[in-house]
């Protein structure tokens, strides 16, 4: 059963490190390519100012059916953002979002496996 936002809201809070882990995985699945990412971010960072701040982040998670407690909130910044600040500049987000990125798997073109088509080489010549 689909849960509405309302019984997601009231949901029991998760810590912060959890909340990093689901928002973690929530990226990977709508990141393909590392101008994505940047994208993201820049999409992320409504006023412009080169850092995502803590209402932008605040309101990405709910964007993404991820809604905090404030404790929760306090947590996820003290984990990344290291100086305190209350933004969440581009390389942080690299770090501590999207550590997989830095991993060339995680842009790598996904194969699909098919099976061979005996056809796809055969000359007419070959055919008869």
Avoid: C, W
């Amino acid at each position: 059963r689909i849960r509405t936002p309302r019984e997601l809201r009231n949901a029991p809070a998760a810590d912060g490190r959890r909340l990093l882990q689901d928002l973690q995985d929530k990226l990977r699945m709508q990141v393909a390519s590392p101008h994505a990412l940047r994208d993201m971010f820049l999409r992320l960072d409504k006023d412009k100012d080169g850092a995502v701040s803590r209402g932008e982040l605040h309101f990405a998670l709910g964007y993404l059916n991820l809604f905090p407690t404030p404790a929760a909130m306090d947590q996820l910044m003290a984990l990344i953002d290291p100086a305190g600040t209350g933004e969440v500049r581009y390389q942080d987000f690299l770090a501590h979002l999207a550590p997989a990125a830095a991993e060339p798997a995680f842009f790598a073109p996904r194969r699909v496996d098919r099976p061979p088509d005996r056809d796809a080489f055969r000359t007419p010549s070959s055919a008869r």
